[in-house]
Every structure is written in structure tokens, then in C-alpha cells.
């Protein structure tokens, strides 16, 4: 497609809930990237794909969160046993290259883990 | 990671006047992009700017790529409501960083 699509918009998890959300990048764009947006706006790395392997991974928290890219299906970011603190906006962006060119960004998963 | 240091924090103008912000770094960068986001929206990309001393305009905003590296501004001319949101730079040498943002309110 002609941009980045994420779904769900909204997702709400009890705490100890699992979390899966997804991204769809933009047709043709190799990377994939994923980031945490917290209340004071602050965007957080979180992980980088090239097509289906991890290319940047120092932003995850290892223990409970996961994501993968696998071919012809949506990338996938998810949150094992949420806590109150992984309540955020997560932005999937994708791009033609890794840097030194433009990241697209997608309208954002809100979770809300209660 | 390191954020860059995004300002002013936030700007109230009047429609019709002119917006200045700017970003800086103690890092160099090989790109610096600048977004503009809306209530419960994703960032949506403005200005890429790729070489030192560029300076790019789209509409009414123009923005450039300081001379050594370490900085960037936007300025928006003749604001109008619609330009209500939150604009974020973003420098990247590998991996990408991000200003905290600036809120700009335009009072009709």
C-alpha cells in the first residue's frame, strides 16, 4: 500500500494480558521500525527490521516483548504479561533504507493496560 | 536513547504570524527530517533534509540543515489554524533520534 497501516487503533489489556499489534509498511519499503510514544512524547526505539531479520534490536526490553516480520504477512510487535508501564502509543514507521532517508509513519496502536 | 533538544517547548501565536523552531545536537547527523503530529495521529513527514547547509521550503515552511551538522530549524510563515500540533525534528546518522517536540497554538 501507499502507507503505513497498524492495527488494532485501540487495544486495552488487563495487566498480564498479552498484546499483539500490528504493521503493514508501505509496498516496496525494505525496513521497518518500531517505536514507543509515552505521555511527555517522547519516541522510544524499540526494534528494526530489513525484510524479515532484526537489523537494530537494542531498544527492546527483552524479557517481555517480542516482534517479527515474516514474508507476506503484517510485521508484528507483542507484549507478554503487559504491565501498567507498557501503557503507550506504538508507532510502526517504515523506509526504503535503513538511514539516510525518509521514515513513514503509521497512525499508531494506543494500549491501555489496566 | 539521546534525544535532541527541541525548542521552544511550545509557542501561542496569532494567525498571520511567523513560527520559528529549531533542534540541536552534540552529535552530528547525516539527515535531519521534520514531522508534524496531530491529536492521535501518526507523525506525518514535512521537510528531509541530506546535506549541511541545505535549505528546503514545501509550501509555507522552510527548513535547514546547519552548517556543522549538529543543528536544524523550521520556520512556518503566515500560520493559520490548521497548523495546530506538534512538530518534532528527528537526526539520524544510523539510528534515528527525536526532539521532545514543540506545541504551536494559533489563535484565530
Known amino acids: 500500500g501507499e502507507e503505513v497501516a497498524q492495527t488494532p487503533k485501540h487495544l486495552v489489556r488487563g495487566e498480564g494480558q498479552k498484546a499483539k499489534l500490528y504493521c503493514a509498511p508501505i509496498?516496496?519499503?525494505?525496513?521497518v521500525f518500531w517505536y514507543q510514544q509515552v505521555l511527555k512524547n517522547e519516541f522510544k526505539f524499540l526494534i528494526s527490521f530489513q525484510n524479515e531479520n532484526v537489523f537494530d534490536e537494542t531498544g527492546m526490553p527483552k524479557e517481555r516483548f517480542s516482534a517479527k516480520c515474516l514474508p507476506n504477512s503484517p510485521c508484528s510487535l507483542e507484549i507478554q504479561a503487559t504491565k501498567l508501564e507498557d501503557s503507550a502509543v506504538y508507532f510502526c514507521?517504515?523506509?526504503?533504507?535503513?538511514?539516510?532517508?525518509?521514515?513513514?509513519f503509521g497512525p499508531g496502536t494506543r494500549l491501555t493496560v489496566t | 536513547g539521546q534525544q535532541l533538544n527541541q525548542s521552544p517547548q511550545s509557542m501561542f501565536i496569532q494567525e498571520g504570524e511567523d513560527v520559528s523552531m529549531n533542534c540541536t545536537s552534540s552529535?552530528?547527523?547525516?539527515?535531519w527530517l521534520w514531522y508534524k503530529q496531530d491529536p492521535g495521529e501518526g507523525p506525518v513527514l514535512l521537510i528531509a533534509l541530506y546535506k549541511a547547509g541545505e535549505l528546503t521550503s514545501n509550501g509555507r515552511l522552510t527548513a535547514q540543515f546547519g552548517i556543522t551538522r549538529k543543528d536544524s530549524f523550521l520556520n512556518i510563515s503566515a500560520s493559520i489554524p490548521s497548523d495546530v500540533g506538534i512538530y518534532f525534528c528527528?537526526?539520524?546518522?544510523?539510528?534515528?533520534?527525536f526532539g521532545a517536540g514543540t506545541r504551536l497554538t494559533v489563535k484565530p
Open positions: 514507521a517504515s523506509s526504503q533504507h535503513h538511514s539516510g532517508y525518509e521514515q513513514y
Open positions: 509496498k516496496g519499503h525494505s525496513y
Open positions: 552529535s552530528i547527523f547525516n539527515t
Open positions: 528527528a537526526g539520524q546518522l544510523v539510528d534515528m533520534r
